[in-house]
């Protein structure tokens, strides 16, 4: 079982930036792929960018389209921990942010981006940027 607890949302103008942080607890966090996903009202959930780990400084990480370029993901495995810096935020960011879990199964360089590869989920974390 892994825990997983969003933060650092809130109201940001265009332009601005935040940086949404994923608390990870429970099973060996450097297992799995952690990704950042987002709800706008009305929508589908969709995937933004996720983040894996695959020993010494081997990271893997993909994004969708719309935020390459603004969007950096990173983790701290010490920390436990999965990071979102968004810049150059835009009004079509505005939506609830979720982190997930996938685990790696052995695989190398999985950078899963679909909602049913991840097994956990948090809570989620508004964040709504103002035009």
């Known amino acids: 079982q892994v825990q997983l607890v969003e933060s650092g949302g809130g109201l940001v103008q265009a332009g601005g930036s935040l940086r949404l942080s994923c608390a990870a607890s429970?099973?060996?966090?450097?297992?799995?792929?952690t990704g950042w996903f987002r709800q706008a009202p009305g929508k589908d959930r969709e995937f933004v960018a996720v983040?894996?780990?695959?020993?010494?400084?081997?990271?893997?990480?993909y994004y969708r389209d719309s935020v390459k370029g603004r969007f950096t993901i990173s983790r701290d495995n010490a920390k436990n921990t999965v990071y979102l810096q968004m810049n150059s935020l835009k009004p079509e960011d505005t939506a609830v942010y979720y982190c997930?879990?996938?685990?790696?199964?052995?695989?190398?360089?999985?950078?899963?981006?679909?909602?049913?590869?991840?097994?956990?989920w948090g809570q989620g974390t508004q964040v709504t940027v103002s035009s």
């Open positions: 997930a879990a996938a685990p790696l199964g052995g695989r190398y360089a999985y950078t899963p981006s679909t909602f049913n590869q991840y097994d956990y």
């Open positions: 429970g099973r060996t966090f450097s297992s799995y792929a």
């Open positions: 983040i894996s780990w695959s020993g010494g400084n081997l990271y893997y990480t």
